[in-house]
């Protein structure tokens, strides 16, 4: 079994926030050419570090040869990567979602994988989660489904519970959160 490489790729990340930004960093000694990323406005400061470029969502679409979304679930968001969007991809190209399951419409999803729009996808995450064991993206052999386990070690779980406890609190005092999402 073989696969695509990231050398000398095109990177297309769909939110650029902290996790978008740690993915690209991760992913630079491996050699990707480009880093494409798309979100609600231009990131310069960010971009910079990263030499990524700033372009249209149908843009990364078209030139990635690998795609990560990594936003937050919007209404903008929801249902983003849907058939046109899957239309626009590279055949070669390979699908990674570790955002939210709502930001993908996964029927869409699933004839592109298995009709050879695209090549391959690997998903963190679902809708539903876990997903019934007859649903029809697990029969595919260029699908990879983990069960939402990005986030599975004790530090980051303990970070994450003590972040919600700290927003609560902060909330309950009328002060500002120390990470208020933003719609």
Known sequence: M???????????????????????????????????????????????????????????????????????????????????????????????????????????LYQALASGQIAAAGLDVTTPEPLPTNHPLLTLKNCVILPHIGSATYKTRNTMSLLAANNLLAGLRGEPMPSELKL
């Open 2 to 108: 073989c696969g695509y490489g990231l050398t000398h790729s095109t990177v297309g990340i769909l939110g650029l926030g902290r996790i978008g930004q740690a993915i690209a960093r991760r992913l630079k000694p491996f050699g990707v050419q480009r880093f494409l990323y798309t979100g609600r406005q231009p990131k310069p400061q960010e971009a910079a570090e990263l030499q990524a470029e700033f372009v249209s969502t149908s843009q990364l679409a078209a030139e990635s040869d690998f795609i990560v979304v990594a936003c937050s679930l919007t209404p903008a968001t929801k249902g983003l990567c849907n058939k046109d969007f899957f239309q626009r991809m590279k055949k070669t190209a390979v699908f990674i979602n570790i955002s939210r399951g709502d930001v993908v419409n996964q029927e869409d």
